[in-house]
């Protein structure tokens, strides 16, 4: 019984390059999505003004962390799916996620409907007690 042989390494110089191209490939296709949200974060989006049921409504779209840049957005300008708008109106707070509704896009929390059907006039809604709706008659405001 002689000395045991010790086994060719398998790694080559070439496959040792491949796999760190391999392991930097994959951190940096990891890594984009975040420098584009990083870059949404940039972005400042811009209050509208609109007069709801006669009182002054600021509604500021924000997209959302989650947003993913390489699905389109069917309604254009707007905010991306996992965006939200932020409400103020009547001394109220309101941060409403998008919905997953096709089309025009839409928020809620389940109470509060906010909606961008018509850009000059959305549909701002509140469910209250057993399914009774109440609808704001809204309208945009010229930018000063």
């Keep these: 019984m002689g000395q045991p042989t010790a086994k060719p390494s398998p790694w080559t110089w070439d496959s040792y390059v491949v796999a ?61 799916i996992g965006g939200y708008v932020v409400l103020q109106w009547q001394g109220l707070s309101l941060q409403l996620p998008r919905t997953n509704n096709a089309g025009p ?3 809620t929390d389940g109470k509060w409907w906010w909606s961008l059907e018509d850009q ?14 109440q609808d704001f008659a809204c309208d945009r405001l010229a930018a000063s």
């Design 105 to 107: 896009a839409s928020f």
């Design 120 to 133: 000059d006039h959305p549909r701002f809604r509140l469910r209250g007690g057993l399914g009774a709706i």
């Design 20 to 80: 760190a191209f391999g392991w930097l490939l994959s951190w940096a296709i990891l890594l984009a999505p975040l420098s584009q949200s990083a870059a949404w974060a940039l972005d400042s989006p811009t209050a509208q003004s609109y007069r709801c049921d006669g009182e002054p409504l600021t509604a500021l779209l924000e997209r959302g962390a989650m947003d993913e840049v390489t699905i389109p957005d069917p309604s254009s300008a707007l905010v991306p």
